[in-house]
């Protein structure tokens, strides 16, 4: 999946060359082989977050589905920072997340969202391409998360799927 953590997993396209949509089908099976019905990821980079999956939509073996997962990252990611969290951190790290909130809300032609506020995925900096999910237990997940810098799809300003 190429995706782009600051925007919505309907955003999300294949890689490859062509980078089409994923069909509604595919973000609808089973998450994990084998499945199942509980699931813990933290962020390589950030390993004190913990994303408790929870499961929106109900495939036929009860089990999440990779759109529950996916939901449920962006649910985590899309949460606005405390003020103590805010106040607890030095004035030129706030100017850097200011920088980025900017950058996500100019970027962000999907939703228009009027909401200043500095959320979770801001404070991951540059680094906000799904990198994977990585099994560390029978529950437990790790995901790497990929500086979009570096990915050539997110080099330039603007987002590539929108172009035709």
């Known amino acids: 999946i190429l ?10 396209r294949s ?3 062509h980078r ?5 089908g595919h973000v609808q099976k089973v ?11 933290t962020i390589s980079s950030r390993p004190e977050w913990e994303i408790e999956v ?4 109900q495939n ?24 103590d969290e805010w106040e607890g951190m030095p004035s ?3 100017k850097q997340l200011h920088l980025l909130r900017h950058d996500r809300l100019a970027d962000d032609v999907v939703e228009f969202n009027a909401d200043i506020s500095v959320r979770y995925v801001d404070l991951l900096g540059w680094k906000t391409v799904f990198g994977g999910l990585t099994p ?5 997940w790790g995901m790497e998360v990929i500086d979009r810098r570096r990915v050539p799809e997110f080099k330039k300003r603007g987002l590539f799927f929108f172009k035709k």
Do not use: N
């Open 3 to 12: 995706w782009d953590m600051r925007f919505a997993p309907s955003t999300s």
């Open 15 to 17: 890689p490859g060359e």
């Open 92 to 94: 030129d790290r706030q």
């Open 54 to 57: 929870a499961q929106d939509s």
């Open 136 to 140: 560390l237990g029978p529950t437990e």
């Open 60 to 83: 036929e073996r009860g089990f999440f589905s990779v759109e529950d997962v996916l939901c449920s990252i962006t649910d985590y990611l899309r949460r606005p920072i405390t003020t």
């Open 20 to 24: 089409h949509k994923i069909p509604r």
């Open 31 to 41: 998450a994990t082989e084998p499945g199942t019905r509980k699931m813990r990821i």
